[in-house]
């Protein structure tokens, strides 16, 4: 079972309409407010409902406490966001009412389709949540306006559970990318995350690289098995804060994971992430490049193609023609 097709309707700053997805590597561009964040958690919440819990969706997002809402305009009735897979479908209907003379939005109905079988999604956020982790869900728990939303606390949660002494099949495909870029292993104690190197030195996670954060925490997911075969996996800007030296091992990474059957969905600002995956795949991967991109009417488009080098309306392109433009005007003025 695979994600195939996300549908909305009045949700955020996108149009109404339809965006198919790649049953494995789906790459995700655009500038800034362009919905790129939004769209993953909207993905994961949808996943991530549970019959005794409808609010899990709207938890997934840092919402006003008064209003929470997700609707683009106030004023229409209904804001959806629909999630379908291969087999089985999930939807959020929310209904809103402007009261007279109050300009709050209250909601007055709220629906939601679950999906049969619980998707296990895994959303890894830009943010490093793990040098954080000590304590920090027990605090959620008690308090009720927590300044971090449920993709976070979900993050720290999922690495916290003990790995395996042994890795998985699909584990054993991963590691020999990883463990030579944070040079050791992942290890936890007292709710704490540490590296373990290979000269035996043991790096607390505060004082250690971000990239190697980065790669230490997919690591760790991948040896207590909260990513298995038919996972979906969102990783928002996983190039964030990484040596560029390490883009094409997590090009490599993205594109092995895909084809073990664990459905990729990343945002990426990186021309160079994003062209080692155009460039790294094989005839038979699916990878589907998504240029998510604002009309004059103010709302975000989805744009779809196989190459990332065929997207029209392309930000990250566009800046690195920019500059090298700049750099042939100032050699040609020498």
Request: proline letters at 3%; charged letters at 25%; a negative charge.
């Amino acid at each position: 079972m695979a994600l195939c097709e996300i549908e909305m309707k009045n949700f955020s700053v996108f149009s109404d309409g339809k965006i198919s997805l790649s049953p494995n590597l789906n790459v995700f561009i655009g500038a800034n407010g362009t919905g790129k964040t939004q769209l993953l958690k909207a993905v994961y919440g949808c996943c991530e409902l549970a019959e005794d819990h409808r609010e899990s969706f709207q938890s997934c997002f840092q919402l006003n406490a008064k209003t929470k809402f997700l609707a683009r305009d106030k004023k229409r009735e209904t804001c959806r966001f629909s999630l379908s897979s291969t087999n089985q479908k999930a939807k959020i209907v929310t209904n809103h009412l402007v009261e007279a003379g109050d300009s709050e939005v209250k909601a007055i109905a709220y629906e939601n389709s679950l999906f049969p079988k619980k998707v296990n999604a895994v959303y890894l956020p830009v943010k490093d949540m793990l040098t954080h982790s000590r304590g920090l869900l027990a605090m959620a728990n008690k308090y009720n306006d927590f300044p971090f939303d449920k993709t976070l606390l979900d993050s720290i949660e999922r690495a916290s559970r003990w790995g395996l002494k042994k890795p998985s099949a699909l584990a054993k495909k991963i590691l020999p990318f990883l463990e030579p870029l944070i040079h050791g292993t992942i290890d936890i104690e007292n709710d704490e995350f540490y590296v373990l190197k290979q000269n035996g030195q043991r790096v607390n996670f505060e004082l250690e690289a971000e990239g190697f954060k980065k790669i230490g925490i997919l690591w760790q997911l991948l040896m207590n098995e909260t990513i298995i075969e038919g996972t979906v996996l969102l990783w928002d800007e996983p190039e964030a804060n990484l040596n560029p030296e390490f883009l094409p091992v997590v090009a490599d990474c993205l594109l092995e994971l895909s084809r073990q059957n664990v459905q990729v969905l990343i945002s990426t600002h990186s021309y160079i992430l994003a062209k080692y995956i155009e460039i790294r795949a094989r005839d038979k991967d699916q990878v589907r490049f998504h240029s998510l991109y604002k009309e004059k009417d103010g709302l975000v488009y989805d744009e779809q193609k196989e190459k990332f080098s065929d997207l029209h309306n392309n930000a990250i392109t566009t800046a690195f023609e920019a500059l090298m433009d700049e750099i042939y005007a100032k050699q040609v003025g020498e």
